[in-house]
């Protein structure tokens, strides 16, 4: 089945420190998406790419769509405490309603003060 | 917009009884719905995808006799864990699609964090 793997697994950064992260599929999806979840909370959406070599930018946070369609970079620039918390990339192939979205193990982020 | 509800955030249940959770679209009409599950430090693991007026769809390895899932309307979806156990324990996560939406993104719930004891 499809898989996604996101390195690195966690990371410790100072605050103030850009933040990258990436994705990558054993197969092609023709929508990413990045979401953010904090504990006990349901993910939210933070990005959503739709074309192969898509730039994407929400605030600090910036996302590509790589060209091969098997994978996608996230970045944070200038991070912040409230940047902690575990990402997700997920990948999702739009077809039909019943088309499910895939989920990488996601990428724990903590920031140092 | 697109907020996605869940109900209750949290609940705690003998074990052999059953438990519903319901997830509501807010302010969008969801044509589907997906149930995910989460075990600490793990990903969202998908459990079933439910479409209004039908069947759902579980994934390998879901039992669809213990997981009841219910789709009556475009805005709700149920999620029954009948005759709970202690290893069903576990953080479950809905999300929904915006049939009106050109786009494709998922909306999730806050979660549901079931205790069977």
């Known amino acids: 089945g499809q898989q996604l793997n996101q390195s690195p697994q966690s990371m410790f950064i100072q605050e103030g420190e850009d933040v990258s992260m990436n994705c990558t599929s054993s197969s092609i999806f023709n929508t990413w998406l990045w979401y953010k979840q904090d504990p006990g909370e349901g993910p939210v959406l933070l990005i959503a790419?739709?074309?192969?070599?898509e730039l994407t930018s929400n605030g600090r946070l910036t996302a590509q769509f790589g060209i091969t369609r098997k994978d996608s970079f996230l970045n944070i620039s200038a991070s912040i405490p409230s940047d902690v918390g575990i990402y997700f990339c997920?990948?999702?192939?739009?077809?039909?309603?019943?088309?499910?979205?895939?989920f990488g193990p996601g990428t724990s982020l903590s920031v140092i003060p | 917009g697109a907020v996605v509800s869940q109900h209750p955030s949290r609940v705690i249940c003998k074990s052999g009884t059953s438990v519903k959770i319901e997830c509501r679209s807010l302010?969008?009409?969801?044509?589907?719905m997906f149930w995910y599950r989460q075990f600490p430090k793990q990903s969202l693991m998908l459990m079933a995808t439910?479409?209004?007026?039908?069947?759902?769809?579980?994934e390998q390895g879901v039992e669809k006799d213990k997981f009841l899932i219910n789709h009556a309307s475009l805005t709700l979806s149920t999620l029954t864990v009948t005759s709970a156990h202690p290893e069903d324990s576990s953080f479950y996560i809905c999300?929904?699609?915006?049939?009106?939406?050109?786009?494709?993104?998922?909306?999730f719930g806050q979660g549901t964090r079931l205790t069977v004891v």
């Open positions: 999300s929904a699609r915006d049939r009106l939406s050109l786009n494709t993104e998922a909306f």
């Open positions: 302010d969008f009409q969801a044509t589907t």
């Open positions: 439910s479409n209004e007026g039908s069947k759902a769809t579980y």
């Open positions: 790419l739709y074309k192969a070599g």
């Open positions: 997920a990948g999702l192939n739009f077809k039909t309603s019943y088309d499910k979205v895939i």
